[in-house]
C-alpha cells in the first residue's frame, strides 16, 4: 500500500508508539487524524497540517466524533491504528473488577466500537486497513501481566477474525506485537509493578521509532502481523513448542517458582 495521500487515524498519539506512528506516517506523506487525551502532547505530535482531537477513547462519544470529524475533513480514512492501550501489573485473581473492566473498556472494546465505525466506511470504498496494536504477551501469556496479556490475547483474534470476515471486501487487517518498548508505559498502569527482573530487561527495549517504523512497513506490505523486534517470533515458537519449561521460566522471572 502506497502512503502518500493516505488518511490515517491514530488513537493514543500523544506519545510513545502513537506519537513515532504519527512521524513516521507523516514523514510517508500520509495526512493525519489523531487522538489522545493529552492536548500537548496531542499538539507536539501533530505538527502542521494533523486534525487533533483530544477526548477519552474509553468514551462513546469520542471516539463517534473522532471518525465524524476526519470524515468531514478528509473525506475517508484508509488506515485505522488502533494504538491506545494500558497495562495492568496485578495477579489475576487479586485484581479488583473495576480495574479489569477498564483495562478492557481501552485495550479491547474501544477497539470493537472504533473498528464498527470505521470498517463499513473502508467497505464502501473497497479499500483500508486496520491496525490493531497488540503485543508479544498476546502471543504468549506473561504472568506478571495476566489480564493485560488475555485483552491482548482477545484483540488478535478479533483482528483475524475480522480478516476473514472482510475477506474479498478490499479491508486488510493487520495485528502488531511489540516487544519492550521504551516508552512511559509503565508510568500510565492501572496498577501494580512489574518483576524487578523485567524492569531490568528494559537495556534490550526497542525505541518507539523503531516500532513505528516496523508497523509502517508492515502496512505498506499489506503484512498479516508483524512482530517486533523479529527477535519476539522466537520466544512464540519456544512458548507453542516447550510450554512447560518455558511456562517455568516465566513463573520463576515473576517469583513463583
Not at 486534525?51 to 463517534?64: C, F, H
Not at 470524515?71 to 480495574?99: C, H, K
Not at 475480522?162 to 508505559?185: A, I, S
Not at 520466544?235 to 516447550?242: S, Y
Request: with cysteine.
Amino acid at each position: 500500500m502506497r502512503l502518500d495521500g493516505k488518511v490515517v487515524l491514530i488513537t493514543g498519539a500523544s506519545e510513545g508508539i502513537g506519537a513515532a506512528c504519527a512521524a513516521e506516517f507523516a514523514r510517508s506523506g500520509a495526512r493525519l487524524s489523531l487522538t489522545a487525551r493529552n492536548p500537548r502532547g496531542l499538539a507536539a505530535a501533530g505538527g502542521s497540517g494533523a486534525l487533533l482531537t483530544p477526548g477519552d477513547i474509553t468514551s462513546e462519544e469520542t471516539r463517534s466524533s473522532v471518525v465524524a470529524r476526519t470524515l468531514d475533513r478528509f473525506g475517508a480514512i484508509d488506515i485505522l491504528v488502533n494504538n491506545a492501550g494500558m497495562g495492568l501489573y496485578m495477579p489475576s485473581w487479586q485484581t479488583p473488577l473495576e480495574d479489569a473492566r477498564r483495562l478492557w473498556e481501552l485495550n479491547f472494546f474501544s477497539v470493537l466500537h472504533l473498528t464498527q465505525l470505521v470498517a463499513p466506511v473502508m467497505r464502501e470504498r473497497h479499500s483500508g486497513m486496520i491496525v490493531n496494536v497488540g503485543s508479544i504477551a498476546g502471543k504468549m501469556t506473561l504472568p506478571w501481566f495476566t489480564l493485560y496479556s488475555a485483552s491482548k490475547s482477545a484483540l488478535g483474534t478479533l483482528t483475524e477474525g475480522l480478516r476473514m470476515e472482510l475477506r474479498n471486501t478490499g479491508v486488510k487487517t493487520m495485528l502488531v506485537c511489540p516487544g519492550y518498548v521504551q516508552t512511559g508505559f509503565q508510568s500510565h498502569v492501572i496498577g501494580g509493578r512489574p518483576p524487578d527482573r523485567v524492569l531490568q530487561g528494559k537495556r534490550f527495549a526497542i525505541t518507539a521509532a523503531e516500532c513505528a517504523r516496523a508497523i509502517r512497513r508492515g502496512v505498506e506490505r499489506e503484512s498479516r502481523t508483524v512482530v517486533t523486534p523479529a527477535s519476539g517470533w522466537l520466544l512464540v515458537a519456544l512458548m507453542r513448542l516447550f510450554p512447560g519449561p518455558v511456562e517455568h521460566r516465566l513463573a520463576q522471572i515473576l517469583g513463583t517458582a
